[in-house]
């Protein structure tokens, strides 16, 4: 058999993204980069729910977000350069303003009527930066949270991007069930049950973790979630006094892929038995040693739900044990996020009706 033409036979689980997708995008705010990514003068382009977003900052750091055609000819502004506080089109060179309006043309003559830019709602929270997308087009109707951060150091980050659904890192949260088996974690209790308000939730679990140099000790984890695309999970080694926070923020940019980013701050008790100043030494350097350590621990954990995440499929209603954590409680309020007519499309109404009161 001539095995010039052929490729490897495919194998092994199917991508998510190769089927059609199980769940439709949600509505709410999405990271669509770190703030340290968006220095003056740079323009960016990212995806959003398949469509392109442009980025840039003004010179009084504040950050901009528009649709990313120009309205003259369509040229992509993700092409362009800033000038001042000006977007620049690379074709014809028109120039836009803060506030979206077209302020000249690049021959001189008079911007034409209805040339003005489509701004998009965006926030910078917690080193990212956050636009705002409705089905519908509507206004944002609530706000992100700023969440507390750690030490004084910049947050060390991370992006990926993978097949799947958003929902699933948002999901994870809730699903204590799966922390042992597949993360390794010692036995687990929840410390406070889980609560859903409006656009959060929140829970605590307490369990036991070896880290690497330091040995084992009791592990407290409280996780809190905002919208369904955003995640802050702090953690606590009480024996070592070691605190680290991380936020998640998963954005959809096609039909079944996400991209996932991460920014993770880290903090080291001062010892109360030794001299202030001596305190206050130990510890940095602690947390400069540690910094790096946990970071790519913390990597190493979250890429553990990588290959689940790109090849499953919204399994509803789900066949829950005891154990899992309020997985049922949580797609209940999960549903909010969703425009209701496309969600029927992608959930049947018999399972619509009994999954939400589906509990641990």
Known sequence: MNLRYTRPLTEGPSPADAHEPSL??????????????????????????GEDVVL?????????????????????????????????CPFHRFAFGPDGSCVRTGYGTPPPPSSDLTPLPVREVNDAVFVWRHHDGRAPDWELPDW??????APRLAAWEMAGHSQDVVENAVDLGHFTPLHGWGESEVAEPATFD????????RSRERVPLLGESPLEVTLEGCGISRVHVCTALPRFGVRTCAMYAATMIRPAAFQLRQASWLDVAEPGSLPEPVARWLSRSAARLLAGLMFRGNCEFVAQDFPVWATKRYQSPPRLARGDGPIGPFRHWARQFYPADRLRTHVPASVRSTEGSRAT
């Open 24 to 49: 439709p995008y949600p509505d709410g705010w999405f990271a669509v980069a770190f703030s340290s990514e968006l220095v003056p003068g740079t323009v960016l382009t990212r995806p959003l729910q």
């Open 198 to 205: 409006g656009r959060s939730f929140r829970v605590s679990v």
């Open 56 to 88: 840039y900052r003004l010179r009084d750091g504040t950050v901009r977000a528009v649709r990313p055609y120009c309205p003259h000819l369509g040229a992509h502004l993700g092409l362009g350069s800033v000038e001042g506080d000006d977007l620049i």
């Open 148 to 153: 507390h951060t750690l030490g004084s150091r």
